[in-house]
């Protein structure tokens, strides 16, 4: 669909709702109490005013009679917490761009799941669908916690494919990656940034270090904070 906008038109999309032009419900189909819609539509709003989420240009009525929250298409890669994208789509810049919408998110004081991200061409990220997201009522919000996490985990993806690519076995670059899993958010994230410039000799030792804690069941906390 197309929205007329300043200087021309734009792609937008449109997310149906389970409520009726009046702003109740529809019974057959309501799987959400309205306030829950009302307050997602004040997030659409609250995140594309941050600069973290597409441009909210309102709502509409849909053509079957239902309220629409209308934002900007944004083209790109969907990412959802499963992480299965392409990794040689993912860039440097899109990882960035992560880690500030996990620290604005965390200034906002915002509670989230069910998180999802567009990484678009020019190495933007933005969250979409903020369905499961509302402000903290403590002031101190969670999802900033599981954005990092997402990102690194990409992050993981990419090491992983390139020690792959340099001749280690899928496995030991899984087993390399997983000792990233047991540190804090900032250790993990220069782990990872660790990793991914290691020599083979080094990787080797690390992949070796990694097998022998595995083997005694001991803990890779060590491992990682020590690399």
């Known amino acids: 669909m197309m929205h007329t906008a300043e200087g021309g038109q734009e792609n937008v999309f449109i997310k149906g709702t389970q409520l009726r032009a009046d702003g109740h419900p529809d019974a057959a189909t309501i799987r959400r109490p309205p ?20 441009k909210f240009y309102g709502t509409t009525i849909t053509s079957d009679g239902y309220i629409g929250i209308v934002s900007k298409y944004e083209p790109g890669i969907h990412v959802d917490s499963r992480l299965a994208v392409p990794m040689e789509k993912i860039t440097e810049a899109h990882l960035q761009a992560l880690h500030a919408i996990a620290d604005r998110v965390e200034r906002l004081g915002w509670d989230g799941s069910d998180i999802q991200f567009r990484l678009t061409p020019d190495g933007r ?12 009522q403590t ?4 999802a900033s916690a599981e954005i990092r996490y997402m990102a690194d985990g990409l992050r993981g993806k990419i090491v992983a494919a390139n020690l792959e690519a340099k001749g280690f076995l899928a496995e030991d670059s899984r087993d390399i990656v997983s000792a990233a899993d047991a540190l804090k958010a900032a250790d993990r994230l220069d782990f990872l940034r660790t990793v991914a410039c290691l020599s083979e000799p080094e990787t080797t030792l690390l992949l070796n270090l990694v097998i022998d804690a595995n083997n005694r ?11």
Do not use: K, Y
Request: glycine share 12%; charged share 15%; no cysteine.
């Open 35 to 54: 306030e829950a819609v009302r307050r997602e539509i004040q997030m659409a709003q609250a995140g594309s005013d941050a600069g973290i989420a597409p």
């Open 125 to 136: 990220a933005l969250l979409v669908d903020l369905e499961q997201f509302q402000t903290s």
């Open 139 to 142: 002031g101190h919000g969670n």
């Open 217 to 227: 069941g001991a803990s890779l906390r060590a491992i990682g904070q020590n690399w």
